[in-house]
């Protein structure tokens, strides 16, 4: 569950339309009935039929339908995805899982999950909880204190807000939060503040922006735009939605790279965790190679690469094309010989979701087969029209 965290946090086999819309699509797609959401010729779909076709597909229970198809079709328009079923049904089903069709979903016991951030970065910088306790009851910028305002938050969308003023405002905020909002995710598909803002610089944002990309995800509009762009909005060579909704919550290509892994495991006879993180990122870059890299310069005589070079080719590992590098394909030819047929080529990374909002052990897994569950009611609703 892709939700805010304080401390950093596919496509299905098409068996649910009729033949004629089979047919018509398979042409169409870049990669027949596989797995490029993206336009490769002109869909014969009008606006007009693509809403009502979302319409049809939205949950029964759904309130306001109709803003809710225009928002969909019209990112599907600007990004230029493949205005199919099962593309609708995909994110129809993110979407279900995330908010339940709530543009600014509130957050059970958010208020305690803002203190206790708040109390981590006062300890962090040295300073008494008590005296945070009090600098809080100074006036925010709408006449309440920020205590007020944080006891009585309901959505990501105002907390947000409050640590944006509290940042702006207070010297204490520029001192805990070092002008970085800890509110990292947000909208009805709760996707990332900074995949929207590194989306939104790569891309022409296709609505005007009032105030800041941040705020923008927290919309009905802008929370689908960029949800949307971050499920479908790049190519994977993937047989089944399930990758992509396990690639939504852990990352581009996790699953990809999780095969991956698998396959470095399987040659190398290393067990290795199936993560999808292939090198070492951020505050642990510094500690030399990862298990996945050490396990690969195993193979290093038998793959005839330098451990340069699988370093090299594993930096890729984020990248769309690192399926077509030397490692990549020389590992795999050599798990395929192992196997006597062909190693899987994707695999749901095995990650166990944390987050303040999360009180159970969930796990990538279990998020991405939720999702593809709802695909699947969701393609049923269209087959039943």
């Excluded at 503040?193 to 509009?221: D, L, M």
Aim: positive net charge; glycine residues 6%.
């Amino acid at each position: 569950m892709t939700s805010y965290d304080p401390s950093e946090t596919s496509k299905a086999p098409r068996d649910y339309r009729a033949a004629g819309w089979i047919a018509t699509f398979c042409l169409l797609l870049l990669t027949g009935c596989a797995n490029d959401s993206r336009i490769a010729d002109p869909v014969e779909l009008s606006p007009a039929e693509g809403r009502a076709l979302i319409g049809r597909l939205l949950p029964p229970n759904t309130v306001e339908r109709t803003g809710w198809a225009t928002d969909i079709y019209a990112a599907f328009a600007a990004l230029e995805l493949a205005p199919t079923p099962e593309n609708f049904c995909a994110v129809i089903a993110i979407t279900e899982q995330e908010s339940s069709f709530r543009a600014d979903p509130s957050v059970p016991g958010l208020a305690a999950i803002a203190w206790k951030e708040i109390d981590m970065r006062a300890e962090g910088a040295g300073v008494p909880s008590l005296v945070v306790r009090t600098a809080m009851r100074w006036p925010s910028s709408n006449g309440k204190s920020y205590s007020e305002r944080i006891d009585a938050v309901k959505t990501e969308r105002e907390l947000s807000e409050i640590f944006e003023d509290l940042i702006d405002v207070v010297p204490m905020g520029k001192t805990f939060f070092a002008q970085r909002n800890p509110v990292r995710t947000g909208g009805p598909m709760q996707v990332g503040v900074a995949f929207a803002e590194t989306h939104a610089a790569a891309k022409t944002y296709p609505y005007p922006v009032e105030s800041t990309i941040r705020r923008e995800v927290f919309t009905r509009r802008g929370g689908m735009y960029f949800g949307i762009a971050h499920l479908l909005d790049y190519p994977a060579s993937y047989d089944r939605y399930l990758y992509r909704f396990a690639d939504f919550n852990a990352g581009h290509y996790a699953s990809r790279n999780a095969a991956f892994q698998n396959a470095v495991s399987a040659v190398s006879g290393i067990p290795l965790e199936l993560d999808g993180d292939l090198v070492r990122h951020g505050k642990d870059a510094d500690k030399g190679p990862g298990n996945t890299e050490l396990a690969a310069r195993v193979l290093a005589k038998r793959l005839d690469m330098s451990a340069a070079a699988i370093r090299r080719d594993l930096e890729r590992g984020a990248s769309a094309e690192f399926h077509r590098t030397r490692l990549y394909e020389r590992v795999f030819a050599s798990a395929d010989k192992l196997q006597g047929g062909s190693a899987p080529r994707a695999v749901v990374p095995r990650i166990r979701l944390q987050s303040p909002k999360i009180t159970r052990n969930l796990t990538t897994q279990w998020f991405a087969n939720r999702v593809e569950e709802r695909h699947k009611r969701c393609l049923a609703r269209n087959s039943t029209q």
